[in-house]
Nanobody
Framework: QVLLVESGGGLVQAGGSLRLSCAAS?????????MGWFRQAPGKEREFVAS????????AYVDSVKGRFTISRDNAKNTVYLQMNTLKPEDTAVYYC?????????????????WGQGTQVTVSS
């Protein structure tokens, strides 16, 4: 059974930082998967945030987080991270990690086969 478990969410003031982690288990060879982070704010559709290729050599970000967020992975620990700096109230959302066996890097939710349960990030103004 594949499990993706996110952690690291919480309440932070605007301008602050958080580091999200996503630990994968039951996924076989973790380095075979492209990994992504998505988020969903109340009343809004799920939105792509960042993606990273199997070896970390390629990354992609939604424009609104470029320069503030950094995605990384540690294949030895089966874990992907999202470092979030200079947080803004509009970053408030539930953040989900996802794994794709079909593509190395993608901003399309439909290309991800496995999803975590999400972790809440709340940024106060």
């Amino acid at each position: 059974q594949v499990l993706l478990v996110e952690s690291g969410g919480g309440l932070v003031q605007a301008g602050g930082s958080l580091r999200l982690s996503c630990a994968a288990s039951g996924i076989g060879t973790f380095s075979s998967y492209g990994m992504g982070w998505f988020r969903q704010a109340p009343g809004k559709e799920r939105e792509f945030v960042a993606s990273i290729s199997w070896n970390g050599g390629s990354t992609a970000y939604v424009d609104s987080v470029k320069g503030r967020f950094t995605i990384s992975r540690d294949n030895a620990k089966n874990t992907v991270y999202l470092q979030m700096n200079t947080l803004k109230p509009e970053d408030t959302a539930v953040y989900y990690c996802a794994a794709s066996i079909s593509v190395w890097i993608s901003n399309l939710a439909r290309q991800y086969s496995y999803w975590g349960q999400g972790t809440q990030v709340t940024v106060s103004s």
